[in-house]
């Protein structure tokens, strides 16, 4: 028996509860196990943990950084998600720690307006929503303001900010019930849209982004078609659906953030792989083609959201939802936990390469977050 097929018995002790849907009629793949997202869940993260028990440890590649840096804000979101299918304090003991540790603080200070060193922000207000310590939301706070309270709003030059900055924005929009939050959230996001890079960095014939305006045409993937990269897209179909489940039906822009998500998943579902996964290069599979973890999650992430809010047809999206899940689970969770075929750090689809089964990329934490998120809201679907 192969490692793959163990840990497959492994985390399906007992009696399986199985949600079965319509992928392949009489096909494994057509159904997913509830109880083994669970086990699956714990297992990474255990592993995880078990790893990084110092949460004030800094992290060290190529050079030290602090650990509260955009990577580890990602691998903190996908906690607090596992959190709300599975209360264990322990999650809310090792996010609070990571937060004092930090004292509460960005990694650039209150003055900064680099969206990665507010990304920490979005599990600091989290918690100040458990135990609202005010230690725990002022310097977010006092950073996100300064941006408010100036007229720039050029800041989110490449996509992945969306994710990292946008439902910080949202969650004090929410807690202060102050709309100049969602107001400048939108200039930010709508400058990004339709002006970087020239006329923005949004393709509406296409329904998806350029990373940055490296890859605006006449950009081309070595195939001759535009470069859109899998997690560069993940990470604005993340930030969409984190900001729409925390914001009001009457909140403003919500239709324009609603719309692109409907528009980004019309785009993604035809693009899927056979296997499972989406490529790396979106459109072009000579583009350093392969499985990753990174891209593939974040997109099941937001079809099931999407499915779960009644905003899609279940019965188009969850065989693609089903294929990806059950093929990461069976060919990339190792039998302690590590994840394999996550593309490191990068802001296309050569970086971090090669990208394989026992590859290990240069941050393993936020490939994790994405994937606790994925599985999350899998797991909130009836």
């Known amino acids: 028996m192969n490692r793959r097929n163990a840990l497959g018995l492994l985390l399906a002790g007992g009696a399986a509860i199985q949600t079965t849907w319509a992928f392949g009629k009489n096909s494994e793949a057509s159904k997913i196990d509830k109880k083994k997202i669970l086990g699956t869940l714990r297992l ?64 650039n200070g209150i003055k900064t307006r680099n969206a990665d060193d507010q990304c920490c922000g979005q599990t600091y207000i989290d918690l100040y929503l458990m135990d609202k310590k005010p230690e725990r939301i002022k310097d977010i706070k006092a950073s996100i303001d300064l941006m408010v309270n100036s007229e720039q709003k050029d800041d989110w030059s490449w996509i992945d900010t969306l994710q990292m900055a946008m439902p910080v924005f949202t969650q004090l929009a929410v807690i202060y019930n102050d709309n100049r939050y969602y107001e400048k959230m939108f200039d930010l996001y709508n400058f990004t849209k339709t002006v970087h890079g020239g006329s923005g960095l949004f393709n509406p014939q296409e329904g998806l982004w350029w990373r940055d305006k490296d890859f605006v045409p006449p950009y081309k993937t070595p195939g001759g078609k535009n470069c859109y990269w899998s997690r560069g897209n ?50 072009d599979e000579t583009d350093f083609g392969g499985k990753e973890v990174t891209g593939t999650s974040l997109f099941i992430y937001g079809m099931a959201w999407a499915i779960r809010k009644g905003l899609v047809k279940s019965k188009e999206y969850e065989p693609a939802i089903t294929k990806a ?46 994937f606790l998120l994925a599985g999350t809201e899998i797991y909130k679907m009836k």
């Not at 903190?76 to 304090?89: H, P």
Request: hydrophobic share 35%.
């Open 234 to 283: 993940g990470w604005i179909v993340a930030a969409l659906v984190r900001v729409l489940d925390i914001m009001p039906k009457n909140a403003p822009h919500r239709n324009e953030y609603e719309k692109m998500l409907l528009t980004m998943l019309t785009a993604l579902l035809p693009l899927q792989r056979p296997d499972g996964y989406w490529n790396v290069s979106l459109t």
């Open 325 to 370: 899940w059950n093929a990461m689970v069976s060919e990339c969770v190792h039998e302690n936990g590590f994840l394999g075929f996550v593309q490191g750090t990068g802001k296309e689809p050569k970086d971090g390469q090669p990208v394989t089964y026992d590859s290990m990329p240069d941050f393993e934490d936020f490939g994790l977050g994405c």
């Open 44 to 107: 990474t993260n255990d592993y995880f943990v078990a790893k990084w028990p110092d949460t004030g440890k800094s992290i060290v590649t190529n050079r030290e950084r602090p650990s509260n840096i955009w990577t580890r804000g990602v691998y903190y979101e996908g906690l607090m998600a596992l959190y709300q299918i599975d209360k264990q304090q322990s999650y809310i003991d090792y996010a609070v720690s990571w937060g004092e540790n930090h004292k509460w603080g960005l990694r």
